[in-house]
């Protein structure tokens, strides 16, 4: 069983900055991929970043160079680093790992950017 938890959600005003941290517990041997997602309200869910096995990055182009995804693999934690936040970027941040091509998501962090 893989357990993800994630924190550093919160409010911030634009232009600001938040680091978001999801932590990995439990059998998470055989990662393909982990991914940042996020869904506004009446959105549907996107994907906003993605860190490969092979440590390839990807960033969907509304926050490429503001966003860096990055992990800390003695601790299990991959963090998503939020620069230069809009109030467009406010929504609901969910980590989801993908082992042996499964699917296993967090619980979900707000992230609300005032303008």
């Known amino acids: 069983q893989v357990q993800l938890v994630e924190s550093g959600g919160g409010l911030v005003q634009a232009g600001g900055s938040l680091r978001l941290s999801c932590a990995a517990s439990?059998?998470?041997?055989?990662?393909?991929?982990i991914n940042w997602h996020r869904q506004a309200p009446g959105k549907r869910r996107e994907l906003v970043a993605s860190?490969?096995?092979?440590?390839?990055?990807n960033y969907a182009d509304s926050v490429k160079g503001r966003f860096t995804i990055s992990t800390n693999n003695v601790k299990n934690t991959v963090y998503l680093q939020m620069n230069s936040l809009k109030p467009e970027d406010t929504a609901v941040y969910y980590c989801n790992f993908v082992i042996r091509y499964s699917n296993y998501w967090g619980q979900g962090t707000q992230v609300t950017v005032s303008s």
């Open positions: 860190i490969t096995a092979g440590r390839s990055t």
């Open positions: 439990g059998n998470i041997a055989g990662i393909n991929a």
